[in-house]
């Protein structure tokens, strides 16, 4: 009798790394718990995403005054989520100057399998101890270039081509703004793809409502692995939302290697309860991608305005003048109190 040969599911066109542990917790003030990460990553991992990220919202060691402590310590998260996995592989983010190498020593004991080096988008040239560190430990090592709308096609590439000099398997760049066009994704992922041997990945964000379309945009230009956020959880208006990702994909014609509807179960039980704010592009956040604001500003604007008695929007705008990036979180209350002052003023002049 002849065996009937099994029938195996094709290989998937790109990878996709789910970062509703990491980015999301910038949402949520960084109050994952235990029990959320557990129910979280065994959702996804049941759904078929090949990498969960799980970190504090500003990476290894950012749990802090300047950044928002943490409810629960990271360490607990990672192991949580490396013990809930069956298939998927746990990432974990670090900025240098905010995490360690030690840091990337701790979770690789727990067994993170990815690390990724993550900078602002001019300055790749201090990831070379990381990057080198993640490979010597035996992880996969992913360049992460930030604020990518701040630095054109040619200089990404450049940059680029430095995390692959120091060793990067994969290098991404993330529109940490949401402030990038369909067109301006397209011309970024063209000039880089064609200028390194190694994979390229886009990480979007949803401020001017592109995640989507920029993420299957970038797919079409040569990317081959893409970020994705439970329910779009994340910083600003938050992230490409994996499930829609994972269904626009299937429309297309493009293998995700996920299951659809198991994500949208994810989002619907587990992540949107988890929400203090359902992910809106309402009047802050589209202002982040119009005036190219680091995204994870949002809350820390709202807390700023609230307390000093200052219009959001304008913090926002004045921040996106003064092309503030990540790192720099102490500037918005510089320009609440700045604002402040001057209606104090104009209301004497009055």
Do not use: W
């Amino acid at each position: 009798m002849t065996a009937t040969p099994e029938t195996t599911a094709a290989a998937p066109d790109f990878r996709l790394i789910d970062s509703t542990l990491r980015d999301g917790s910038h949402a949520i003030s960084h109050q994952y718990t235990v029990e959320q990460v557990e129910a979280i990553v065994k959702g996804l991992d049941g759904a078929g995403v090949q990498v969960i990220e799980v970190a504090h919202g500003d990476g290894l060691g950012g749990s802090s005054f300047n950044y928002g402590f943490s409810a629960v310590d990271e360490m607990k998260l990672v192991e949580a989520a490396v013990n809930s996995t069956t298939n998927a592989k746990i990432a974990c983010l670090l900025l240098p100057g905010i995490g360690t190498v030690d840091d990337l020593k701790r979770v690789r004991d727990l067994g993170v399998g990815v690390a990724r080096i993550a900078v602002h988008c001019t300055e790749a040239d201090i990831t070379e101890q990381h990057i080198k560190m993640a490979k010597d430990l035996g992880m996969e090592a992913i360049g992460f270039l930030m604020m990518a709308h701040m630095n054109s096609p040619e200089g990404l590439l450049e940059q680029a081509r430095l995390m692959e000099s120091y060793g990067a398997d994969t290098v991404y760049f993330a529109d940490s703004a949401g402030a990038l066009t369909t067109n301006g994704v397209r011309a970024r992922v063209a000039e880089i793809v064609g200028g390194i041997d190694v994979p390229l990945g886009v990480h979007a964000h949803q401020n001017l409502s592109l995640a989507v379309a920029n993420s299957i945009a970038a797919y079409e230009e040569g990317a081959r692995n893409l970020d994705g956020t439970s329910a779009g959880l994340g910083a600003g208006a938050g992230n490409c939302p994996t499930e829609i990702l994972a269904a626009v994909c299937e429309k297309n014609g493009i293998v995700s290697g996920v299951d659809p509807l198991k994500l949208m179960d994810v989002a619907e039980d587990i992540t949107r309860p988890l929400m203090t704010r359902q992910q809106v592009i309402d009047r802050a956040g589209l202002i982040l991608g119009y005036a190219g604001v680091y995204g994870s500003f949002l809350l820390h604007a709202q807390r700023a305005a609230e307390r000093y008695g200052v219009s959001q929007a304008d913090i926002l705008l004045e921040l996106g003048r003064r092309k503030v990036v990540g790192g720099q979180e102490d500037m918005i209350i510089d320009v609440a109190l700045e604002l402040a002052k001057k209606h104090a003023e104009a209301e004497v002049t009055v």
